[in-house]
């Protein structure tokens, strides 16, 4: 059984910046992709960004790229959300995720199979 946890949410004005973290347990965490997903109040879990198992490519939703950057310490296994330039309309629960061995890089929900509990993100404006 694979557990990720997530840390590092909390509430920052506008323009700041946070850095998000997701512990995974497990002894082949470089065989999977990533991903980091997001739920706002009244809205549908959406993708944000996702990076390969070896940490060389990496995807983004159009919404957070340019500010948004994804990251993985195999070493850790641990991967890493770093989020600049904050805006109100990022608040939410932030989630990562798996991938599913069969798929790489991706956006969908159903490409993961394990999630961590969620950290808040809350910026106030």
């Known amino acids: 059984q694979v557990q990720l946890v997530e840390s590092g949410g909390g509430l920052v004005q506008a323009g700041g910046s946070l850095r998000l973290s997701c512990a995974a347990s497990g002894r082949t965490f470089s065989n999977y992709a990533m991903g980091w997903f997001r739920q706002a109040p009244g809205k549908e879990r959406e993708f944000v960004a996702a990076i390969s198992g070896s940490g060389r490519s990496t995807v983004y939703a159009d919404s957070v790229k340019g500010r948004f950057t994804i990251s993985r310490d195999n070493a850790k296994n641990t991967v890493y959300l770093q989020m600049n330039s904050l805006k109100f309309e990022d608040t939410a629960v932030y989630y990562c995720?798996?991938?599913?061995?069969?798929?790489?890089?991706?956006?969908?929900?159903?490409?993961?199979?394990?999630w961590g509990q969620g950290t808040q993100v809350t910026v106030s404006s």
């Open positions: 995720a798996r991938a599913k061995a069969e798929y790489g890089l991706g956006g969908q929900q159903l490409q993961y199979d394990y």
